[in-house]
Each structure stands twice: as structure tokens, then as C-alpha cells.
């Protein structure tokens, strides 16, 4: 009886090995061909273009104007990756993005967000993240990086699936966002998002407070995307392949590795901010 059942448990995690590995072999993600099979520019009037061999998607940001990006497709549970390198130097005043969002009434959107703040030069660009549903959002936390953003292409990643929503950078996640729907905490489950990416001027509140403005001397401001994939993680295939469920405890050492070492924001320890106690997601497991 037990070496059946040792038997049988051991083959199916056989089964659930090879699975995980076809999954992750096989392109349910879209391949990495050229960036505009998956993105195209929408806005900036000639700031935003793609290199001649299809590999570089480039913003730029002036004192007319910044530019963006969105998906072509549209999506419900996905994983996204991109690799980002922002613009150098003084990049006080801008803020560089990769975003999901919805596309109906803005009272109601969803959102999950991205966003590199820029710096003076030698002070780090701040990682903001934070996540709307149903045009409530709230959920900030901010963090510095432990590499200069600048100088290389780095991998940043939302995982968004019925489970959670997680943040990677060069595949180590920073953030977990837990589905608490079942607890009355608002979740973005209903709504198909697309995915967005923008250089902008946000002078008056994005570096150190507002109290840094944007150096129009070192304009154009120029960040560049590239190796954008996208995979559907929607419930009937992200059990197969990373993160589709709870996170392991590599996973979960990484989280407590950003926390403890590069958060510099959280609204979850924002007693100033929540005078009458923080949010009740904050101390859900
Ligand atoms: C950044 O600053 C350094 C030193 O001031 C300069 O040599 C370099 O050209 C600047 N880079 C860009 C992209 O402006
Ligand atoms: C979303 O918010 C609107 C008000 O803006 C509210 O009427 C509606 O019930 C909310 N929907 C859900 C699913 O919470
Ligand atoms: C800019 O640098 C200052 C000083 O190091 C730091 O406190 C701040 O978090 C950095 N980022 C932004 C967006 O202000
Ligand atoms: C492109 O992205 C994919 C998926 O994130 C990754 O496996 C691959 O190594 C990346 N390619 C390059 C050249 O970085």
C-alpha cells in the first residue's frame, strides 16, 4: 500500500516536472521577435520609435512633450516582461513607466503600476509601484534599486493571476500582491488590461517631493525598452510554470531581501497617512 502510494506520488511529480517544463519550454509566451509585434507607439509626435531591426523600442521626453507606448493585445492574467534601461544622468522631474490598465470608465479602472522615478545625478531612481481595482488604488510601495538602471537593460515583470500579482527585477521578485477578494479586499480580476509604457515631465511631485525640477538643459530625456514577451496566465495554464501558485521560499527570501534592503516606501507602515490603522489587507498572511 505505501509503495504503491509512494510509487504513484512519485510519478506524478514526474508528470507535474515534465508538464512544467514543456510549459515553460513552449511559447505560450509570445516570442521575442521584433518589439512591435507586441507594442506599438501611440503617442509624442515622432518621440517614440522602433529601431529599423525591430529590437529597441525608444521613448524620448522634451519640453514639448513626452511620448508612450501600449500593447496591441489586451489581457486577463498575464506575465509581461521587458527589459528597460532608463534614461542617465540628471533624470530629475521624469518619470519613465510600464503599466496595466483598463480601458473603461476611469471611476471603475484597473491598474497595476510601474514607475521609475527619476533622480539627480548619483541619487537612485525610485521604483514606485502600486495597484488600482475599480479606480481605488492606494497600495504604494517604493523602492530604490540595487544597480545603476541607467548604464544597462535590466528585466522588470508583472505576474498578474488569479493568486496574486507579483513584481520581478531580472527575475527576482520585490513585491507580492495576494488575491484577498475572498476577505472583501478589492482585486483586479474582472477586467482586461492593457499594457502601457511612457516617458513623461511629473516635475512637481516625482523627485524628492516635487522639490527637484526637470533640467530642460539635459532634454531629450531617452529611455529605451526592448524583449518584450507576454504569456497568458490565465487560470487554465499558469498552474504550469512560475509563480502560478503560492511562492516558494526562494520566492519569498527574495521578497524580504527587497523589503528589508531597498523599500523605501510602504503604505502598509504609513501610520501618519492611516491615522485611524492602515489598510486591513496589511495584516492578511
Ligand atoms: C552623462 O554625464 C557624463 C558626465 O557628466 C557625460 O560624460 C555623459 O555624456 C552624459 N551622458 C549623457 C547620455 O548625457
Ligand atoms: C466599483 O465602484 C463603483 C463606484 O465607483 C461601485 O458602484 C461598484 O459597486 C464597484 N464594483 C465593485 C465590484 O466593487
Ligand atoms: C532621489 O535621491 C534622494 C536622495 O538619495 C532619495 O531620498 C530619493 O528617494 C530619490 N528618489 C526620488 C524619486 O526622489
Ligand atoms: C528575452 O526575454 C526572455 C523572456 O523574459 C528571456 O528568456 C531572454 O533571455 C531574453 N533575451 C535577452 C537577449 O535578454
Known amino acids: 500500500m505505501e509503495m504503491a502510494f509512494s510509487f504513484s506520488s512519485r510519478a506524478c511529480l514526474m508528470v507535474v516536472a515534465l508538464l512544467m517544463g514543456l510549459c515553460i519550454g513552449t511559447p505560450t509566451a509570445v516570442a521575442a521577435g521584433r518589439i512591435d509585434d507586441g507594442l506599438e507607439v501611440t503617442w509624442g509626435?515622432?518621440?517614440?520609435?522602433?529601431?529599423?531591426?525591430?529590437?529597441?523600442l525608444t521613448l524620448s521626453l522634451d519640453r514639448t512633450s513626452g511620448s508612450g507606448f501600449r500593447s496591441k493585445d489586451t489581457y486577463l492574467f498575464a506575465r509581461i516582461d521587458l527589459q528597460i534601461k532608463l534614461a542617465p544622468n540628471n533624470s530629475a522631474g521624469t518619470v519613465t513607466t510600464c503599466y496595466f490598465m483598463s480601458e473603461g470608465p476611469w471611476e471603475i479602472h484597473d491598474e497595476v503600476d510601474l514607475e521609475f522615478l527619476g533622480n539627480v545625478?548619483?541619487?537612485?531612481?525610485?521604483l514606485?509601484?502600486?495597484?488600482?481595482?475599480?479606480?481605488?488604488g492606494g497600495k504604494e510601495q517604493q523602492f530604490h534599486l540595487w544597480f545603476d538602471p541607467t548604464t544597462d537593460f535590466h528585466t522588470y515583470s508583472i505576474v498578474w493571476t488569479q493568486q496574486h500579482i507579483l513584481v520581478l527585477v531580472d527575475g527576482a521578485p520585490i513585491r507580492e500582491i495576494k488575491n484577498h477578494a475572498d476577505h472583501g479586499v478589492p482585486y483586479p480580476a474582472s477586467q482586461r488590461l492593457r499594457l502601457y509604457g511612457s516617458l513623461w515631465d511629473a516635475e512637481d511631485w516625482a523627485t524628492q517631493g516635487g522639490r527637484v525640477k526637470t533640467d530642460w538643459s539635459q532634454a531629450p530625456f531617452v529611455a529605451q525598452y526592448r524583449n518584450f514577451t507576454a504569456a497568458d496566465a490565465s487560470p487554465a495554464v499558469a498552474g504550469g510554470w512560475g509563480y502560478g501558485q503560492e511562492m516558494d521560499a526562494t520566492a519569498q527570501q527574495a521578497v524580504k531581501w527587497a523589503r528589508d534592503n531597498y523599500m523605501v516606501y510602504d503604505y502598509c507602515a504609513d501610520s501618519e497617512r492611516f491615522p485611524q490603522g492602515v489598510p486591513r489587507e496589511c495584516s492578511m498572511p
Not at 545625478?121 to 525610485?126: I, M
Open 128 to 136: 514606485h509601484t502600486n495597484v488600482y481595482t475599480n479606480g481605488t
Open 45 to 56: 509626435n515622432g518621440r517614440g520609435s522602433v529601431s529599423p531591426d525591430g529590437q529597441v
Open 121 to 126: 545625478t548619483g541619487q537612485p531612481y525610485t
